[in-house]
C-alpha cells in the first residue's frame, strides 16, 4: 500500500503519455483504438484508487496544507529535478484537485468513445488525444510552479492539432486564434513564474518554485513585501490574465467560440469540460495563495470581469443559430460564475466555484456530445432548420433534456447547487464579518449590486435555454428529420454516465464533492483572514 501511495499520481500523470507511445507502434485502426481507449479506462479507474481507504482521508482537516508548516496535501512525491534552481518532480492531492482529477479521467474516457468513428490519421489523433490528458493530469496534480507550467503548456499542443487537423471548414483559422491567445496567456504567467522565483529568495535561500512553500502565510508575506505594492500587484495581474484568457472570462474569451465551432465533438467535449477548468483551477492553486493582499485589494475588479462574463456571455448564447455556439457563449457565461466565486473571498462563493467547475464539466460536455449527435444525422447545427426532433427521437430529446434545464439551473441538477452556492457567497460577501467587508476592502452597496446583475444573468440562461428547446425538440416534424435513427449503443455509453452524474451532483453535492472540498476551502480562506 504504502508504494502504491508513493507512486499513484506520478503512475497516474505518465500512464497517458505510456498509452500514446504504444498507440504509435500499434498496426491496425482497430488496434489503435483499443489501445487508446484501454488507456484512458485504466487511468480511470487508477484515479478511482484515490478513494481507498487509507490513500485519501477525507476526514482530516485541512486538505489545501497552505495554512499549515507542514504542508497537508496528500499523497505527496517529491524528487529533485534541477537543483541548480531548486526545482522538483513534487506532485500531490488535495480537495481542490481531486474533483477536478476524477473529472478528467472520467471524460477522456467518455470522450475516447466519443472518438471512436474518427478515420482520418488515426494513429496520430490518438497519440496527440493521450499526449493531451498527460499534460491536463499533470497541470491538476503538479505542487511545483515551474512543473505547473510544463503541463500547462504540453495541454497547448495537441489541443492545436487536435483542433487544426481533425477539425471543420475553418479548422486553421480556429487553431491558430486558439494557440495565440492562449500562448500570450502562458507567456505571461511564464513572467510572474520568473517574478515569484526571483524575489522568494528573500524569504527562501536560493528561491524555490514549492507552491507549498511559497504559499505559507509568512513566506507569502515576504515576497511581497520585497517586491512592494506596485510589482507585486503587476505579478498577480499578469497571473490572472494569463488565468483569465483559459477561463476563457471576457474580454479575453474571443477564441472559444471559433475553437468550439470547428474542434470535433470529443475535442469540444473535453475542451470545454476539463481545459478551461484550468483557468479556474491555476486562480485558486497559484494567483490567489501567492498573493493574498493584492487579492484582497483587486477584488473588486476581478468580480467585474466575472460578472460582465456572465451576463455578455448569455446575450451572445441568446442571440445565436448555431446550436454549438450557443453552447459555446454558455460556457463563457458560466465560467463567469467561477470567477465571481472565486473573487467574493467567502466559503460559499469558494465552495460554490469549485462544484460550478465539476458541475459545468458534466453538463457541457454532455451538450456538446448532444450537438455531435445530431450533427452526424442532419450535418447541420442551424436551429432554424431543427424541430420537432421530440418525436422522431425520444430517448434522445430525454437525455438533451436533462443537459439543457441542468445548464439553466433547474432544482435538484448539478447546475443549479454551483449556481446558488456562488450566488450565496456573493450576496455573503456584503456581510459584516466577511473577508472583504470587515476589513474594509468593500462596501456592501457594491457587493450587493454585483450579486444582483449576476442573478439576472441567471434569467438570461433560462431564457435562451427554454428557447433552444423549444426550436430544436418542439413544432411540427420536418420532412428531412422524419426518419432519423435515435441514439445508438455507442452514444448512450457517453450519455447516460453524465446524465446520471448529473442527477447525482443535483441531489447529493455534499457526498460527491463538498465532503473533499470543505477542508480545502477553509484553509484556503485562512490565507486572507
Given at each position: 500500500?504504502?508504494?502504491?501511495?508513493?507512486?499513484?499520481?506520478?503512475?497516474?500523470?505518465?500512464?497517458?503519455?505510456?498509452?500514446?507511445?504504444?498507440?504509435?507502434?500499434?498496426?491496425?485502426?482497430?488496434?489503435?483504438?483499443?489501445?487508446?481507449?484501454?488507456?484512458?479506462?485504466?487511468?480511470?479507474?487508477?484515479?478511482?484508487?484515490?478513494?481507498?481507504?487509507?490513500?485519501?482521508?477525507?476526514?482530516?482537516?485541512?486538505?489545501?496544507?497552505?495554512?499549515?508548516?507542514?504542508?497537508?496535501?496528500?499523497?505527496?512525491?517529491?524528487?529533485?529535478?534541477?537543483?541548480?534552481?531548486?526545482?522538483?518532480?513534487?506532485?500531490?492531492?488535495?480537495?481542490?484537485?481531486?474533483?477536478?482529477?476524477?473529472?478528467?479521467?472520467?471524460?477522456?474516457?467518455?470522450?475516447?468513445?466519443?472518438?471512436?468513428?474518427?478515420?482520418?490519421?488515426?494513429?496520430?489523433?490518438?497519440?496527440?488525444?493521450?499526449?493531451?490528458?498527460?499534460?491536463?493530469?499533470?497541470?491538476?496534480?503538479?505542487?511545483?510552479?515551474?512543473?505547473?507550467?510544463?503541463?500547462?503548456?504540453?495541454?497547448?499542443?495537441?489541443?492545436?492539432?487536435?483542433?487544426?487537423?481533425?477539425?471543420?471548414?475553418?479548422?486553421?483559422?480556429?487553431?491558430?486564434?486558439?494557440?495565440?491567445?492562449?500562448?500570450?496567456?502562458?507567456?505571461?504567467?511564464?513572467?510572474?513564474?520568473?517574478?515569484?522565483?526571483?524575489?522568494?529568495?528573500?524569504?527562501?535561500?536560493?528561491?524555490?518554485?514549492?507552491?507549498?512553500?511559497?504559499?505559507?502565510?509568512?513566506?507569502?508575506?515576504?515576497?511581497?513585501?520585497?517586491?512592494?505594492?506596485?510589482?507585486?500587484?503587476?505579478?498577480?495581474?499578469?497571473?490572472?490574465?494569463?488565468?483569465?484568457?483559459k477561463v476563457p472570462a471576457v474580454p479575453f474569451h474571443t477564441w472559444l467560440p471559433d475553437a468550439h465551432v470547428e474542434a470535433p465533438t470529443p475535442i469540444s467535449m473535453l475542451l470545454a469540460a476539463i481545459l478551461l477548468k484550468m483557468g479556474g483551477y491555476g486562480m485558486l492553486?497559484?494567483?490567489?495563495?501567492?498573493?493574498?493582499?493584492?487579492?484582497?485589494?483587486?477584488?473588486?475588479?476581478?468580480?467585474?470581469?466575472?460578472?460582465?462574463?456572465?451576463?455578455?456571455?448569455?446575450?451572445?448564447?441568446?442571440?445565436?443559430?448555431?446550436?454549438?455556439?450557443?453552447?459555446?457563449?454558455?460556457?463563457?457565461?458560466?465560467?463567469?460564475?467561477?470567477?465571481?466565486?472565486?473573487?467574493?473571498?467567502?466559503?460559499?462563493?469558494?465552495?460554490?466555484?469549485?462544484?460550478?467547475?465539476?458541475?459545468?464539466?458534466?453538463?457541457?460536455?454532455?451538450?456538446?456530445?448532444?450537438?455531435?449527435?445530431?450533427?452526424?444525422?442532419?450535418?447541420?447545427?442551424?436551429?432554424?432548420?431543427?424541430?420537432?426532433?421530440?418525436?422522431?427521437?425520444?430517448?434522445?430529446?430525454?437525455?438533451?433534456?436533462?443537459?439543457?434545464?441542468?445548464n439553466l439551473g433547474l432544482p435538484t441538477l448539478a447546475g443549479f447547487v454551483g449556481e446558488v452556492m456562488v450566488l450565496l457567497g456573493a450576496f455573503g460577501a456584503a456581510m459584516p464579518d466577511s473577508i472583504l467587508v470587515s476589513a474594509g476592502y468593500a462596501n456592501p452597496a457594491?457587493?450587493?449590486?454585483?450579486?444582483?446583475?449576476?442573478?439576472?444573468?441567471?434569467?438570461?440562461?433560462?431564457?435562451?435555454?427554454?428557447?433552444?428547446?423549444?426550436?430544436?425538440?418542439?413544432?411540427?416534424?420536418?420532412?428531412?428529420?422524419?426518419?432519423?435513427?435515435?441514439?445508438?449503443?455507442?452514444?448512450?455509453?457517453?450519455?447516460?454516465?453524465?446524465?446520471?452524474?448529473?442527477?447525482?451532483?443535483?441531489?447529493?453535492?455534499?457526498?460527491?464533492?463538498?465532503?473533499?472540498?470543505?477542508?480545502?476551502?477553509?484553509?484556503?480562506?485562512?490565507?486572507?483572514?
Amino acid at each position: 500500500m504504502e508504494l502504491l501511495r508513493q507512486n499513484l499520481l506520478t503512475v497516474l500523470i505518465f500512464l497517458p503519455l505510456l498509452g500514446a507511445a504504444l498507440v504509435l507502434v500499434a498496426r491496425g485502426r482497430d488496434a489503435v483504438r483499443w489501445t487508446a481507449l484501454g488507456t484512458t479506462l485504466l487511468t480511470f479507474v487508477l484515479s478511482l484508487f484515490v478513494l481507498l481507504p487509507g490513500m485519501f482521508d477525507a476526514s482530516r482537516g485541512q486538505f489545501y496544507g497552505y495554512a499549515d508548516q507542514d504542508g497537508v496535501v496528500q499523497l505527496v512525491r517529491a524528487v529533485d529535478w534541477i537543483s541548480s534552481f531548486n526545482i522538483q518532480f513534487k506532485v500531490g492531492i488535495d480537495g481542490l484537485s481531486l474533483p477536478l482529477l476524477l473529472l478528467s479521467t472520467l471524460i477522456f474516457v467518455l470522450s475516447a468513445v466519443a472518438s471512436w468513428n474518427i478515420d482520418k490519421m488515426t494513429r496520430g489523433y490518438w497519440a496527440l488525444f493521450l499526449l493531451l490528458e498527460t499534460g491536463v493530469l499533470g497541470t491538476f496534480l503538479s505542487l511545483d510552479f515551474f512543473l505547473f507550467f510544463v503541463f500547462f503548456e504540453l495541454t497547448l499542443l495537441p489541443m492545436y492539432f487536435l483542433i487544426g487537423i481533425w477539425g471543420g471548414e475553418r479548422r486553421e483559422y480556429a487553431a491558430i486564434k486558439f494557440f495565440i491567445y492562449t500562448l500570450v496567456g502562458s507567456i505571461a504567467i511564464l513572467v510572474g513564474l520568473i517574478g515569484v522565483f526571483l524575489f522568494s529568495r528573500s524569504a527562501i535561500p536560493g528561491g524555490t518554485f514549492d507552491l507549498i512553500a511559497l504559499a505559507r502565510p509568512e513566506v507569502a508575506k515576504q515576497i511581497a513585501g520585497a517586491m512592494g505594492p506596485t510589482v507585486a500587484g503587476l505579478m498577480f495581474a499578469l497571473l490572472m490574465f494569463g488565468f483569465l484568457v483559459k477561463v476563457p472570462a471576457v474580454p479575453f474569451h474571443t477564441w472559444l467560440p471559433d475553437a468550439h465551432v470547428e474542434a470535433p465533438t470529443p475535442i469540444s467535449m473535453l475542451l470545454a469540460a476539463i481545459l478551461l477548468k484550468m483557468g479556474g483551477y491555476g486562480m485558486l492553486r497559484i494567483a490567489y495563495p501567492l498573493f493574498p493582499e493584492v487579492a484582497r485589494d483587486y477584488w473588486f475588479w476581478v468580480a467585474l470581469i466575472g460578472v460582465i462574463s456572465i451576463i455578455y456571455g448569455a446575450l451572445c448564447a441568446m442571440g445565436q443559430k448555431d446550436f454549438k455556439k450557443l453552447i459555446a457563449y454558455s460556457s463563457v457565461s458560466h465560467m463567469g460564475l467561477v470567477v465571481l466565486g472565486i473573487s467574493m473571498l467567502t466559503r460559499a462563493g469558494v465552495s460554490g466555484a469549485i462544484f460550478m467547475m465539476v458541475a459545468h464539466g458534466i453538463i457541457s460536455a454532455m451538450l456538446f456530445f448532444v450537438v455531435g449527435v445530431i450533427y452526424d444525422r442532419v450535418h447541420h447545427r442551424e436551429m432554424g432548420r431543427m424541430g420537432g426532433l421530440a418525436a422522431t427521437l425520444p430517448v434522445y430529446t430525454g437525455l438533451s433534456a436533462v443537459a439543457m434545464f441542468a445548464n439553466l439551473g433547474l432544482p435538484t441538477l448539478a447546475g443549479f447547487v454551483g449556481e446558488v452556492m456562488v450566488l450565496l457567497g456573493a450576496f455573503g460577501a456584503a456581510m459584516p464579518d466577511s473577508i472583504l467587508v470587515s476589513a474594509g476592502y468593500a462596501n456592501p452597496a457594491q457587493v450587493y449590486t454585483l450579486a444582483v446583475v449576476a442573478c439576472f444573468g441567471m434569467v438570461l440562461t433560462a431564457g435562451y435555454m427554454l428557447w433552444t428547446v423549444q426550436r430544436v425538440f418542439f413544432g411540427p416534424v420536418r420532412n428531412e428529420q422524419a426518419d432519423l435513427p435515435d441514439v445508438n449503443t455507442r452514444e448512450l455509453t457517453v450519455l447516460v454516465p453524465l446524465a446520471v452524474l448529473t442527477i447525482l451532483l443535483g441531489v447529493l453535492p455534499g457526498v460527491f464533492v463538498f465532503v473533499f472540498t470543505d477542508h480545502t476551502v477553509d484553509a484556503l480562506l485562512k490565507l486572507f483572514r
